[in-house]
Every structure is written in structure tokens, then in C-alpha cells.
């Protein structure tokens, strides 16, 4: 973005006064002096008469104003990507737990359920399918142990913290303050910075092409 602010001064110079100043001088041997002998001295302005410097300076701030939508549509991205992940983690964390508790009230039922098979209370069918929906738990806690450190390690790395899956990030979701403002979906687009980006971009591949038409 900056470099992009500094071609616009680029852009400008030639509509700005240029100052010269040239001169010479003459060494005498007898004396070892110099002599100045001529000098110069001028002012040059150029006339934007066909509108190249113009157009070109459209170009330049078009260039930078898209520039600076590209610059905030990443720090947007970024910003959407770091609460996407803080929510799945959260999640990830809440399913997990649930999962915990599934899982021990399965073996707690599985043990009591395998002592009334051992004293005939109960049908040995029932204790298989209790080992079997214990073992299927079992997996699923594995799968959402993986899915919240892969979700943690993710957030550390956007937030820019060394990715070691130890990152607090509370227990409940957070709750939404302020209600987002409603609009036409043409309105919501025009919001967008990549969209803005986009057709400032146009713009400035017109101004180009503007400057390179030749006068007539």
C-alpha cells in the first residue's frame, strides 16, 4: 500500500516544475584557481495538453485506493478465519466432553450389565451390544480428541502463536452483541473490499489505456 501511495508522487512529477542549474569552469595552472566562466540557469514545465500526466495519475491513485481494499479485504479474511476457528474449537471442545460422559455411562452400563449376565438376570446378547456401542464411543472420542487439537493448532497458528494445541478458549460460544445491518444483496456486494479492489482496478486499466491513445 505504500509502495503504491509512493507511484502516485511518481505519477504527478511530471506536471510539477523541474529546476536546472548547470555550469563550468576553467582551472588556470598559473595561479591554481578556477574561473566560472558560464552558468545556466532554467525552469521546465510541461504541458499536460493531451492528459497523459492526468490519466496517469488517475491510474496511480485508482492502483493505490485498490491497494488499500486488497489490504483490508486480509486483515477481514484473517480476522473471519481466526473466529471461524475459535468457534470450531469451542465446539470441538463441547463435543468432545459430551462424548467423555457418553462414553463412561456405556461402560458403567456394561459393567452392570456383564454382573446380571453372571447371575442370569440379564441376555449375554445385551452385554455384546453394549461392548460393541462402547467400542464405536471409543472411536468417535479418538476422532474428536484429533479434530479439537487440529482446530487449536490451526487458531495458534493464525493468532501467530507457536502451534502446540494449548490455547484457552473458554467453554461456551460467545454470544453475538450487536445485529449485523440488513441491505440489498447488491448493497453487501458493493461493501465488499475485493469487490471495491476489483473495479478500482478497471478503472485504472482504463486510465492506462487512456494514456497510451495517441493524440490526434
Known sequence: VQAAGERITVARGPALPRIGL??????????????????????????DLWGRI????????????????????????????????????????????????????????LALTEKR??????????????????????RQVEAARLAARQNRLALETLVGRPPQGIIPVGTALPAVGT?????????????RPDVRAAERRARAAISVSCCRIPPP
Open 22 to 47: 548547470d555550469g563550468s569552469t576553467q582551472r588556470d595552472f598559473k595561479d591554481n584557481s578556477n574561473i566560472l566562466t558560464a552558468g545556466l540557469f532554467g525552469i521546465t514545465w510541461e504541458i
Open 54 to 109: 492526468s490519466y496517469g495519475a488517475a491510474a496511480a491513485e485508482e492502483s493505490y485506493f485498490s491497494a488499500a481494499d486488497d489490504y483490508q479485504f486480509a486483515r477481514l479474511s484473517l480476522a473471519a478465519a481466526i473466529g471461524k476457528a475459535w468457534y470450531a474449537t469451542i465446539e470441538a471442545d463441547a463435543q468432545l466432553k459430551y462424548l467423555r460422559a457418553s462414553r463412561d455411562a456405556t461402560a458403567a452400563l
Open 117 to 138: 449376565v453372571e447371575v442370569g438376570a440379564a441376555n449375554p446378547f445385551e452385554a455384546a451390544q453394549l461392548r460393541r456401542a462402547l467400542a464405536e464411543t471409543d
Open 179 to 191: 445485529e449485523i445491518p440488513g441491505g440489498l444483496p447488491v448493497e453487501l456486494l458493493e461493501r
